[in-house]
């Protein structure tokens, strides 16, 4: 063993016993990023406080643009990011970064209708006409075609999308750009693009509010945001032709559509993968940290902490609607985190 992962272990060893014998934390670690795994992030920094006292965990939800950021300033000890960083934006990096998927998740089309009493089916091409400002009121033909029977109002629609650089809109515009050529060719895919239409909030939070606030809202969440804040989502029509409710089912199957791109490199969108099952826009998220660390008493936190996500955090992932990774990418994950090193 090297004498720089010997220091690490014992880091690693110090924060584990601080942690039995502790009250008061005595490591502070800071994450900054995704508003998309908030709530699965915060799960886990919560128990895992609770088992080693010692190390305390803070993450601010400002958005995966932001998460990229922090962690290229180094003024966090971790970043996150629905958007997989390129070659080129790690080669940016100040240091050798890695980034691993911690788990997946549905983004859904949400909506505030009163009286329609049941749930919404959009098509992929429906989907891409409201948001390219095609479709403007909710009784139009294209939404009643797949909807028959359904009580639509002339209510116009009022689009709701983010305003800050996020990865939810890297996997929702990689959706639209995979489903819609028009899309494809003037708008694009990424964590910003110019929007045809529709008003702009900050985070899942903000576009979570403006759906709410406004009759005949719509706009696109991680669905863990849509069931808290009780809002309806619609079905969506998959691949293989078949209307499917975002689900950490629908969203497992979306997964394992597409493991074996995955394992050879975990950046690959899952969007509109093969599989009756598969919930169409799902993807997974990410943390970035550096493989050389700095501090010791930080970096056997972090070590500690990103086991702990791998092991023990996957378990706890369902019960807030999010997909536990596969065993596959968790053990490829392993390799990164054990990779870790302090500096010479």
């Known amino acids: 063993m090297s004498s720089s992962l010997k220091t690490l272990a014992l880091a690693l060893a110090l924060v584990i016993g601080l942690g039995l014998t502790a009250h008061a934390a005595t490591i502070t670690l800071t994450g900054a990023?995704?508003?998309?795994?908030?709530?699965?992030?915060?799960?886990?920094?919560?128990?895992?406080?609770k088992q080693w006292p010692a190390v305390e965990i803070s993450y601010q939800s400002i958005g995966s643009g932001g998460g990229i950021k922090a962690i290229k300033a180094r003024t966090v000890d971790f970043g996150a990011s629905d958007a997989p960083l390129t070659d080129a934006e790690l080669h940016e990096m100040p240091a050798q970064l890695f980034q691993i998927p911690t788990v997946g998740g549905a983004v859904v089309v949400a909506y505030n209708l009163p009286g329609v009493g049941k749930q919404l089916r959009f098509t992929p091409g429906t989907i891409a006409g409201i948001f390219l400002g095609q479709i403007t009121q909710w009784n139009d033909p294209r939404i009643a075609a797949d909807n028959p029977g359904a009580r639509l109002p002339s209510t116009a629609i009022s689009v709701a999308h983010r305003s800050d650089g996020s990865g939810t809109t890297y996997i929702f515009t990689h959706y639209l750009a995979d489903i819609s050529p028009t899309w494809r060719d003037n708008?694009?895919?990424?964590?910003?693009?110019?929007?045809?239409?529709?008003?702009?909030?900050?985070?899942?939070?903000?576009?979570?509010?403006?759906?709410?606030?406004?009759?005949?809202?719509?706009?696109?969440?991680?669905?863990?945001?849509?069931?808290?804040?009780?809002?309806?989502?619609?079905?969506?029509r998959n691949s293989s032709g078949k209307f499917i409710t975002a689900s950490v089912t629908s969203t497992t199957a979306a997964i394992t559509g597409a493991l074996a791109r995955l394992k050879r490199d975990n950046r690959t969108p899952i969007v509109n993968p093969q599989g009756p099952n598969a919930y169409p826009i799902c993807g997974l998220t990410y943390l970035l940290f550096y493989k050389y660390q700095s501090d010791e008493g930080r970096a056997g936190g972090?070590?500690?902490?990103?086991?702990?996500?791998?092991?023990k955090g996957q378990g706890m992932a369902s019960a807030l609607q999010y997909a536990p990774l596969p065993s596959a990418l968790v053990t490829a994950n392993m390799t990164f985190i054990n990779a870790m090193r302090m500096k010479q």
């Open 33 to 49: 990023g995704a508003t998309f795994p908030a709530p699965i992030y915060d799960k886990w920094r919560f128990e895992y406080h």
């Open 187 to 236: 708008v694009g895919a990424g964590k910003e693009v110019k929007w045809p239409c529709g008003h702009g909030g900050k985070g899942n939070e903000g576009v979570t509010a403006l759906i709410k606030q406004i009759d005949g809202g719509f706009g696109y969440i991680e669905l863990a945001y849509a069931l808290q804040n009780h809002i309806s989502f619609g079905q969506v």
């Open 302 to 311: 972090l070590l500690a902490f990103l086991k702990f996500a791998m092991t």
